[in-house]
Each structure stands twice: as C-alpha cells, then as structure tokens.
C-alpha cells in the first residue's frame, strides 16, 4: 500500500527467495535453513547490506504469515544469523567544486537530460523517483511546488522549487519540445525519447559522468545529502531541512 509498485519486490522473491525456500511451506522453514540461505548468498558473492535487505523482504513475508495466523512463530527468532555486519556508514555530500565537477561532466554526457536532472535534485533536494515520475501537472507555479502524490514514507508530500529550480524546469522543457515530445500537462517531465516513458534510471549515464568527474564513490542519493547539507551550513533549522526532505521522522534528519 505504500509502494508506486510491486514489481521489484517480485523479481527478489523469484531471483533470491523462491529457488532455496519457494518450495518449502512456511512451517516448514527453520532457522536453520534461514542462516544457511543467507551463508549461501555471501558465497555466491552478495555483500552483507545486499543480503541483510534480502533478510529483512523475508522477515516482513513471515511476519505478515505471523499477523495472519498461518504461523505461531516467526524462525527468524531461531536463526543464529539475523543481521551481517556492515560496518560504518559513511555520510557523503559533495563540496562546491565537486558539484562544479560534477554538473560539468553531466553536462558533457549524451544523454539528453542528465544534466538538468541532477542539478534538478542539486536544488531541490528531491529523491530521485520523486523527479523521475513527476509529471508537468505536478507543478503549482503560483506555490512553487512539485506535488508527490506517494513518497517513500507512503505519504503525499510537495517539494519546494526555488527560483532556480523553475529555470531548470524550463530548459527541460525546451529540451523536450527539441526532441519532439509533448510537454502537456498529462506528460512525464522527464520522458524517454525512445519509450515515450518515464524513464526507469539514470544510473548509467551518471555512473558514466561521476567517472569522468573523477568521483567514483559518490551515488545519485548523495546529491539530497548535499542538498541537506547546503541547507544547514546556510542557517537553516534541523525541522526546516527535515520538512524540505519529506522527512516523516525527525531522528532521520
């Protein structure tokens, strides 16, 4: 209910969970067997946060068996292994001539929006979904908002445009009318030229665009690290930074 869609949720299951414990009934799964799966999935060359997310699908599976009755007990309780180690976390942003760096090598890259998406969440603070499938109706000019009807908290919520944010908004959309696409306000922001579509990543454009920046490390969701960061070394509250990231909790900020 607080997902936009199931389907990845799906190819796990059948990718990691339905060939070692699909065919078993769910009285029938142990601890033991859960600690073997997971021991398989570091052989197979899973890192531990990988197969700890892969743990917690399944421990969700069977909690739900749990509420509903189907099972008296979930065996995660049983298991030896319930989390792998992961060590510290390590919190990214990017100084000012790593975003210079950076919005330099987008601007180089092929793909037609690149550039503008990533300064696009450069200002904004956006999650990266939340852009993707923002579509031009989205958009309360007089407010200066962009409205997300589902966010990741499972909650509707509306990002705040800045003035620069709205010229970005309206390259995009020369760049969209360049390319031939409708920009009506029933179209996607961002669509594929090829799919007419949404698009479904930008991750290897911009895996491309961070090499050539020299900055290997530094994902797509650093970038509302660096929004947030921005944020606070210019004066702003921690509940102002939080309510600008969609923040649902305030220890999250």
Known sequence: ATKRRSTHDVY???????????????????????????????????????????ASMLKRIINIAVHWGYLGNNPFKGAAIRKLPVGDYVQRFLTRSEISQLLSACKRSTHPYLYLFVKLLL????RKSELRLAKWRDIDADKMQLFVAISKSGRSRTVQLSAAAFIVLEQVQQRSAALGLD???????????????????????????????????????????????????????????????????????
């Open 123 to 126: 200002l904004t603070g956006a």
């Open 12 to 54: 796990l299951f059948n990718k990691h969970i339905r060939p070692t414990l699909g065919a078993k009934p769910l009285a029938g799964i142990t601890g033991e067997d859960i600690d073997a799966w997971m021991l398989q999935q570091i052989d197979d060359g899973y890192k531990s946060s990988t197969v700890n997310k892969h």
């Open 183 to 253: 920009t009506a306000r029933d179209s996607w922001i961002f669509t594929n030229p090829r799919t007419q579509l949404p698009y479904t990543s930008f991750h290897i454009a911009f895996f491309r665009a961070r090499e050539a920046a020299h900055l290997p490390t530094v994902r797509i969701h650093d970038l509302r690290h660096t929004y947030a960061s921005h944020a606070i070394l210019s004066g702003e509250s921690l509940p102002t930074t939080g309510k600008l990231l969609g923040h649902a909790n305030p220890r999250t900020t």
